[in-house]
């Protein structure tokens, strides 16, 4: 069964930083095109960026500011998030990319002063 646990949100200020994590099981992780998601009230959700074998790609509004990685030993995938904005705010979610059907519940980040 695909699954994708995400952790590591929480409240913090404008300018500020957080680490997400997601563990993923059910899929060949190590084989998998990974990627986190961000859905903001009342918006669809979107792709934030997705790491591959052979490199990175980021939304434009996250390039410079989001950090995506993985650890293929743990089937884990990271997102560090940098110079926070109000406007992050949203529920970040990880999948693969394109997205298994299964979604995680994902983790709430909030910023706000």
């Known amino acids: 069964q695909v699954q994708f646990v995400e952790s590591g949100g929480g409240l913090v200020q404008p300018g500020g930083s957080l680490r997400l994590s997601c563990v993923a099981s059910g899929i060949r992780f190590s084989m998998s095109t990974m990627a986190w998601y961000r859905q903001a009230p009342g918006k669809q959700r979107e792709l934030v ?10 939304a434009d509004s996250m390039k410079g500011r989001f950090t ?8 884990t995938v990271y997102l560090q998030m940098s110079s926070l904005e109000p406007e992050d705010t949203a529920v970040y979610y990880c999948n693969t990319n394109p997205p298994r059907e299964n979604w995680g519940k994902g983790t709430l980040v909030t910023v706000s002063s």
């Not at 960026?49 to 980021?58: D, K, L, R, V, W």
């Open 49 to 58: 960026a997705h790491i591959t074998g052979g490199g990175i790609t980021f």
């Open 68 to 75: 995506i990685s993985r650890d293929n030993a743990k089937n």
